[in-house]
């Protein structure tokens, strides 16, 4: 998964049993569990994921 937002921005990144905060560069990629996730932030962001074709 990628999250793209200005630079230096702070994302909360909250799964089931953690909850993380990631500090963007660039475009910083992630890896999130299977399941639910909450991303929150007091500034603009994206969220991209990379779908492969079958």
Same mark, same amino acid.
């Given at each position: 998964? !990628?999250?793209?937002?200005?630079?230096?921005?702070? *994302?909360? *990144? !909250?799964?089931?049993?953690?909850? !993380? *905060? !990631?500090?963007?560069?660039?475009a910083t990629f992630i890896e999130v569990e299977e399941g639910t996730a909450v991303f929150k932030s007091d500034k603009l962001f994206w969220i991209g994921e990379f779908v492969m074709e079958v």
């Open positions: 998964m !990628q999250l793209h937002a200005p630079e230096g921005t702070f *994302i909360e *990144i !909250q799964e089931e049993d953690d909850s !993380q *905060i !990631q500090r963007i560069t660039y």
